[in-house]
């Protein structure tokens, strides 16, 4: 049964920490008052004085306040559990996404604009979004080259990794375009079969000239190279995490976009060049080429049903016994004197 459990949202369930953190501090709370009430004399003669109060119930109830919690948690990281198995032949590609980190992806053309590696971002998020049967990589690279992300179907891994990656990822700065190529080359899987492409993301700069061996191995192998160009071909400034701009020898350092050797990039390779700085929506036009060469093949499958209605309905429960419970006795119950002889006549 759990093999075949899933959440759409994992990363929500960091979250279920705040359950222990309750359980820890309700523990030294409850030892703390213990204490105080200690002090006071012993414990037994203060607890018949104070008949109406039950430390013992406000203990139970912020654990189960706590479960409430870690219920809801899990309702809200969307809980799928797998019912059927099957087959499929659909169409579907290897795709290595190479995302430029280098420092002129900072560029922009105002402190308060996107910069270029936002819309990057926002492009991969969209071309994400197009997938269903694609097996995905990425690579990063500045002055050096990681592959970040392996071949994977989980596209919400890879979005959640994106959201977060910022030039640093990569400390060395530069463009190592060819070992980018290389690795991205060397993610593909040894299957023939299967169709093979490379998105590269950047703006092009200083790459000029320096992946001509990369692109002769990438021909070769019949695997086509994307290019998803971004930036101003005129140039925008690079803007420091504290609003000014990057200056050298006290000029303005500008940035700009090398159209000329992206475009001719994807045509060596027979791909395509879009500009993602005006839409990021364009990549969707590289996919729709992938999809063109995207080749059959018979891949396994589960149909997952939402099972998050379950958690909802044991969360409301608990918080109705929650609700129920309170630190003192009532005084109306015993006022009823239900099961007391009744004295008067």
């Given at each position: 049964?759990?093999?075949?459990?899933?959440?759409?949202?994992?990363?929500?369930?960091?979250?279920?920490?705040?359950v222990?953190?309750?359980?820890?501090?309700?523990?030294?709370?409850?030892?703390?008052?213990?204490?105080?009430i200690?002090?006071?004399?012993?414990?037994?003669?203060?607890?018949?004085?104070?008949?109406?109060?039950?430390?013992?119930?406000?203990?139970?109830?912020?654990?189960?306040?706590?479960?409430?919690?870690?219920?809801?948690?899990?309702?809200?990281a969307?809980?799928?559990?797998?019912?059927?198995?099957?087959?499929?032949?659909?169409?579907?590609?290897?795709?290595?996404?190479?995302?430029?980190?280098?420092?002129?992806?900072?560029?922009?053309?105002?402190?308060?604009?996107?910069?270029?590696?936002?819309?990057?971002?926002?492009?991969?998020?969209?071309l994400?979004?197009?997938?269903?049967?694609?097996q995905?990589?990425?690579?990063?690279?500045?002055?050096?080259?990681?592959?970040?992300?392996?071949?994977?179907?989980?596209?919400?891994a890879?979005?959640?990794?994106?959201?977060?990656?910022?030039?640093?990822?990569?400390?060395?700065?530069?463009?190592?375009?060819?070992?980018?190529?290389?690795?991205?080359?060397?993610?593909?899987?040894?299957?023939?079969?299967?169709?093979?492409?490379?998105?590269?993301?950047?703006?092009?700069?200083?790459?000029?000239?320096?992946?001509?061996?990369?692109?002769?191995?990438?021909?070769?192998?019949?695997?086509?190279?994307?290019?998803?160009?971004?930036?101003?071909?005129r140039?925008?400034?690079?803007?420091?995490?504290?609003?000014r701009?990057?200056?050298?020898?006290?000029?303005?350092?500008?940035?700009?976009?090398?159209?000329?050797?992206?475009?001719?990039?994807?045509?060596?390779?027979?791909?395509?060049?879009?500009?993602?700085?005006?839409?990021?929506?364009?990549?969707?036009?590289?996919?729709?080429?992938?999809?063109?060469?995207?080749?059959?093949?018979?891949?396994?499958?589960?149909?997952?049903?939402?099972?998050?209605?379950?958690?909802v309905?044991?969360?409301?429960?608990?918080?109705f016994?929650?609700?129920?419970?309170?630190?003192?006795?009532?005084?109306?119950?015993?006022?009823?004197?239900?099961?007391?002889?009744?004295?008067?006549?």
């Amino acid at each position: 049964m759990f093999e075949n459990l899933r959440f759409a949202h994992i990363n929500l369930l960091w979250w279920l920490l705040i359950v222990p953190l309750i359980w820890i501090l309700t523990y030294i709370w409850a030892v703390l008052h213990k204490r105080r009430i200690k002090k006071l004399g012993n414990l037994e003669v203060i607890r018949s004085l104070m008949p109406e109060f039950a430390l013992n119930k406000k203990v139970w109830r912020n654990i189960w306040v706590s479960l409430v919690i870690a219920l809801l948690i899990i309702a809200l990281a969307q809980p799928q559990i797998g019912s059927e198995k099957g087959t499929r032949k659909a169409k579907g590609s290897e795709i290595v996404i190479v995302l430029d980190i280098s420092n002129s992806m900072l560029a922009r053309k105002s402190p308060r604009d996107m910069s270029r590696l936002d819309y990057a971002k926002l492009a991969i998020y969209r071309l994400l979004s197009q997938m269903q049967n694609d097996q995905v990589a990425l690579v990063i690279f500045a002055g050096d080259a990681a592959l970040a992300i392996p071949m994977t179907n989980d596209y919400d891994a890879l979005k959640l990794y994106v959201s977060d990656i910022n030039p640093s990822y990569i400390t060395r700065q530069g463009t190592a375009i060819s070992d980018a190529l290389s690795l991205a080359i060397n993610a593909f899987t040894p299957n023939p079969n299967v169709n093979k492409a490379i998105i590269l993301i950047s703006d092009g700069e200083n790459l000029a000239g320096k992946a001509d061996n990369m692109i002769q191995l990438a021909k070769q192998k019949g695997i086509r190279i994307y290019t998803a160009g971004v930036g101003s071909p005129r140039g925008n400034p690079i803007y420091l995490s504290d609003g000014r701009p990057l200056e050298y020898h006290g000029q303005i350092v500008i940035s700009r976009q090398d159209v000329h050797f992206l475009k001719n990039l994807a045509a060596s390779t027979g791909g395509i060049y879009v500009d993602i700085t005006k839409n990021p929506d364009a990549i969707k036009y590289i996919y729709q080429n992938i999809l063109k060469h995207a080749t059959g093949t018979i891949s396994a499958y589960t149909r997952y049903d939402e099972i998050f209605d379950y958690f909802v309905g044991a969360a409301i429960f608990l918080m109705f016994l929650v609700l129920i419970m309170v630190e003192r006795r009532n005084r109306w119950i015993k006022r009823l004197n239900l099961f007391e002889k009744n004295t008067q006549s």
